[in-house]
């Protein structure tokens, strides 16, 4: 990539899918200011595991150190269902705690999974977000909690959290924005982003969904695929998906971005880092995978 088409240095952030250590705020932050991080975003997918006062602790240090926080749901945290019963409440409940943990350690957006579509056609599904949504934005507000929510693109071609699902949900409600992960949007076109102009014009519907100012929100790793569906997160290399054009198409546009990296390890986060932030890579350099390349699509 020529020197004329990088991003202006600042306007990208780059950083983890996972706190690094989950013992130590301190230990934390400093591990990712050692690897160059000005980002990262807390991982409670699979449950909650960080209490407030490690919150407080992180957010105040992250701050310190400049380092942009988000926060993932965890996956069963998901709206769009049928009924109002326990499994409703149990979601009502989980994102509550998110959005609370996200102004205690000052992050944005909360990232939620869009559900599921449960027999339904698409534009009903998207239609029952949407209003679970507001009545979830109407419960935060009471209590202070009213921060911005994120929803992600989806990885599997006939299930809800398509690319205009999502921009269908972020339009309808300002506080949302659509989360971008580029690995799932490679699967689901069955390997079709190889270009700059693939992420600009994924890009260029998203901003068009977004408040101004408001920095893009992406999650993106190497992926592998098969029949439009994305099987998991790869060690960059291993599958087809490629930074350079991301960056390239990035730098078409005034709006800053934070980049959540999903590699499956450190080393690949670093390389895409260094693609993106135009940085070394620190503490780990290139996957040793970087030269063996193949597809999975």
Same mark, same amino acid.
């Given at each position: 990539m020529s020197a004329a088409i990088l991003p202006r240095m600042g306007s990208i952030r780059f950083g983890p899918a996972r706190v690094p250590s989950r013992e130590s705020s301190e230990a934390a932050v400093q591990l990712l200011s050692e690897r160059g991080y000005g980002a990262c975003e807390v991982d409670f997918e699979g449950g909650f595991w960080m209490d407030w006062t490690y919150a407080k602790q992180f957010g105040a240090m992250s701050r310190d150190r400049d380092i942009r926080l988000s926060v993932h749901a965890p996956l069963t945290a998901f709206l769009g269902h049928r009924d109002r019963g326990k499994k409703y409440r149990m979601s009502l409940g989980m994102l509550d705690h998110c959005a609370g943990i996200a102004v205690v350690c000052g992050a944005a957006p909360v990232v939620i999974h869009?559900?599921?579509?449960?027999?339904?056609?698409?534009?009903?599904?998207?239609?029952?977000?949407?209003?679970?949504?507001?009545?979830?934005?109407?419960?935060?507000?009471?209590?202070?909690?009213?921060?911005?929510?994120?929803?992600?693109?989806?990885?599997?071609?006939?299930?809800?959290?398509?690319?205009?699902?999502v921009l269908a949900i972020a339009s309808a409600l300002?506080?949302?924005?659509?989360?971008?992960?580029?690995?799932?949007? @490679?699967?689901?076109? &069955?390997?079709?982003?190889?270009? =700059?102009?693939?992420? #600009?014009? %994924? /890009? *260029?519907?998203? !901003?068009?969904?977004?408040?101004?100012?408001?920095?893009?929100?992406?999650?993106?790793?190497?992926?592998?695929?098969?029949?439009?569906?994305?099987?998991? @997160?790869?060690?960059? &290399?291993?599958?087809?998906?490629? =930074?350079?054009?991301? #960056?390239? %198409? /990035? *730098?078409?546009? !005034?709006?800053?971005?934070?980049?959540?990296?999903?590699?499956?390890?450190?080393?690949?986060?670093?390389?895409?880092?260094?693609?993106?932030?135009?940085?070394?890579?620190?503490r780990g350099g290139q996957p040793a995978c970087h030269e063996r390349r193949r597809s999975f699509g």
């Open positions: 869009p559900g599921f579509r449960f027999g339904r056609d698409r534009r009903d599904a998207v239609a029952a977000v949407i209003e679970q949504l507001e009545e979830l934005r109407t419960r935060l507000e009471s209590k202070g909690r009213a921060v911005p929510f994120g929803v992600e693109v989806m990885g599997r071609e006939r299930e809800l959290g398509t690319f205009e699902d300002a506080w949302v924005r659509p989360v971008l992960d580029f690995a799932h949007l @490679h699967a689901v076109t &069955g390997g079709a982003f190889r270009e =700059a102009s693939a992420f #600009a014009r %994924a /890009l *260029a519907g998203t !901003d068009a969904a977004m408040q101004p100012a408001v920095p893009f929100h992406i999650h993106f790793s190497d992926v592998s695929f098969a029949n439009r569906n994305e099987k998991a @997160h790869v060690a960059y &290399g291993h599958g087809t998906l490629r =930074a350079e054009p991301l #960056a390239e %198409a /990035l *730098a078409q546009f !005034d709006r800053p971005a934070t980049v959540i990296g999903e590699s499956p390890d450190e080393a690949s986060n670093q390389a895409i880092r260094a693609i993106l932030v135009g940085q070394a890579p620190r």
